[in-house]
C-alpha cells in the first residue's frame, strides 16, 4: 500500500481526532496572538473592523496590471482588524493590532492539517515504530510547526510600522528588532522549510506503516485463530 493511501486510510479511521486537531490548532494559532498582544501592552482591544476583503480583492484584480503584483498585493489584503487605537491623535492611531489575513490563513490551516496527520499518523506507530523514531519525528514535527507558524503572524505594531508582520510578532517575542529585520528577507523560505519537514514527516511515518497490514485487513484464518486461542 502506497503511503498517500496509508494517510488517507489513517485520517479516515481517526477522522474525528483529526479534524479536533485542525480546528483546536488554526484557532489557538489566531488566539494565542492576540493573547500575546494583550499580554505584551497590558490593555484589552478596543476596536473591531471587518473589512470589504472581497471588494478589495475585486478591485487589486481590476486595477493591477501585473500578476504577479496582484497576487502578492492581493496576499496582504487584510479582512479582520482587532487591536488598540489611542484616540490621542485625531481620528486615532492604532498602536497594535491582530489582523486575519486570508492568505495567511490558509498557510495556517496547511499547518494544522498536516500536524493532525503528523499527530495521527505517530498515534498509529506507537507498535510498529522504536520509542527513539518517534522521538524524533516528534521533535521534527514540532520544530517545523514553530517554524512554518512563527513566519505566518499576523501582528502590527507602531513602533514597526514598515516591518513584516512576523517580524513584529518576533520582536514581541523577546528578539531584538535588529536581528529580527535580519531575517526578514527569508522568512518566505522558514515557512516553506517547516511545511516541507510536516508533510516529509506524514510520509516517511506512512511508509514505516505500509509493511503493517491493519487489523481489519486481516485474513479470516488469522482472526479466527487469534479468537479461538
Not at 498536516?114 to 524524533?136: N, S
Request: proline share 4%; with cysteine.
Amino acid at each position: 500500500m502506497s503511503a498517500i493511501a496509508i494517510i488517507q486510510r489513517e485520517v479516515r479511521s481517526h477522522a474525528g481526532l483529526w479534524l479536533t486537531l485542525v480546528i483546536a490548532f488554526f484557532a489557538m494559532s489566531q488566539l494565542l496572538q492576540l493573547a500575546l498582544l494583550v499580554g505584551r501592552f497590558g490593555e484589552l482591544p478596543n476596536y473591531f473592523i471587518v473589512h470589504d476583503w472581497a471588494g478589495n480583492i475585486a478591485r487589486i484584480v481590476r486595477m493591477t496590471p501585473s500578476i504577479a503584483d496582484m497576487v502578492s498585493i492581493g496576499l496582504d489584503e487584510w479582512f479582520i482588524e482587532i487591536g488598540s487605537m489611542n484616540f490621542a491623535y485625531g481620528h486615532g492611531v492604532a498602536e497594535w493590532s491582530f489582523v486575519l489575513l486570508p492568505g495567511k490563513a490558509a498557510v495556517m490551516l496547511a499547518i494544522a492539517l498536516l500536524l493532525a496527520t503528523d499527530v495521527v499518523l505517530l498515534r498509529t506507530a506507537g507498535r510498529a515504530c522504536p520509542l527513539p523514531e518517534r522521538l524524533c519525528a516528534s521533535f521534527a514535527a514540532a520544530s517545523g510547526t514553530v517554524m512554518a507558524a512563527l513566519t505566518t503572524m499576523t501582528i502590527t505594531w507602531v513602533v514597526c510600522c514598515a516591518a513584516p508582520t512576523w517580524v513584529v510578532g518576533l520582536s514581541l517575542l523577546g528578539v531584538s528588532v535588529g536581528t529580527a529585520f535580519e531575517i526578514a528577507p527569508i522568512g518566505g523560505w522558514l515557512s516553506l522549510f517547516g511545511i516541507l519537514l510536516l508533510a516529509t514527516i506524514a510520509i516517511a511515518l506512512a511508509s514505516r506503516l505500509s509493511g503493517r497490514q491493519p487489523e481489519t485487513e486481516m485474513p479470516m484464518p488469522t482472526r479466527f485463530a487469534r479468537m479461538t486461542s
